[in-house]
Nanobody, 122 residues
Framework: QVQLTESGGGLVQPGDSLRLSCAAS????????MGWFRQAAGQDREFAAV????????TYAESVRGRFTISRDNAKNTVFLQMNNLKPEDTAVYFC???????????????WGQGTQVTVSS
């Protein structure tokens, strides 16, 4: 079965940038939508961004639109989340997930990574 491994998280200051990666193994993700979700401490998991299998269609949560960019490299079985102008409220564990279609709803995703911590603090 497919395994998703996130990387690239860390501690940054407000205004900084980070690029998260999600590497898939054990399966080909090129036919699937891939999403990024995040979960802050004590809060529910929330949608951040999703990209279609071809990469031609993307959707963002209002809270990250214009600052985050999702992309994918199907040849490398990897999905990325470029995060610019980070804010303290972006602090969360970030998860990538595989879905059958572009969706902002977590239950529509069947495989999830373990997450990578992003902390934005001065």
């Amino acid at each position: 079965q497919v395994q998703l491994t996130e990387s690239g998280g860390g501690l940054v200051q407000p205004g900084d940038s980070l690029r998260l990666s999600c590497a898939a193994s054990g399966g080909d993700i090129s036919l699937y939508a891939m999403g990024w979700f995040r979960q802050a401490a004590g809060q529910d998991r929330e949608f951040a961004a999703v990209i279609s299998p071809s990469g031609h269609s993307t959707t963002y949560a209002e809270s990250v639109r214009g600052r985050f960019t999702i992309s994918r490299d199907n040849a490398k079985n990897t999905v990325f989340l470029q995060m610019n102008n980070l804010k303290p409220e972006d602090t969360a564990v970030y998860f990538c997930a595989r879905g059958n279609f572009n969706s902002a709803v977590a239950r529509n995703y069947d495989y999830w990574g373990q997450g990578t911590q992003v902390t934005v603090s001065s």
